[in-house]
């Protein structure tokens, strides 16, 4: 069950955020991580600040992310600038948060969960 967050128990999850010279945004969550609203919004905020007006397609990597909350999933599910999402992730663990919010949340925009960074990619660039 979710509960609020206080600063004794969460500390904000840092992830790295960079627009590719494909114009392809690379999100990346850090090993065991567990992604509270707070830090899903800060995440969403960048994508959006980064690419201004135009919209791209991006790969989440969340291979050893740990948990997803609820607030963070309701996030996730908002339009962003993002047009097209691959959730990359390699353990059973990725593959379950992943089924979940795509079974449970109606994403903003066309999104597919890949084991295979390559596959991922090749999925991104083919629309």
């Known amino acids: 069950m979710d509960?609020?967050?206080t600063p004794q128990d969460h500390q904000q999850?840092?992830?790295?955020?960079?627009?590719e010279e494909t114009g392809i945004l690379r999100l990346t969550w850090p090993r065991g991580a567990r992604i509270?609203?707070?830090d899903a919004?800060?995440?969403m905020d960048r994508v959006n600040e980064l690419c201004g007006e135009e919209r791209h397609p991006m790969i989440v990597d969340m291979a050893t992310?740990?948990?997803v909350t609820r607030g963070a999933r309701s996030v996730f599910a908002k339009p962003c600038q993002?047009?097209?999402?691959a959730l990359w992730g390699s353990s059973p663990v990725d593959r379950v948060i992943a089924n979940f919010f795509l079974g449970i949340m109606k994403p903003p925009c066309p999104t597919k969960f890949f084991t295979s960074e390559t596959e991922a990619l090749e999925w991104l660039v083919e629309a």
């Open 82 to 85: 993002a047009n097209r999402i």
């Open 36 to 38: 509270k609203e707070s």
């Open 3 to 5: 509960h609020p967050a």
């Open 41 to 43: 919004q800060r995440a």
């Open 13 to 19: 999850v840092t992830f790295e955020l960079e627009l």
């Open 65 to 67: 992310t740990d948990d």
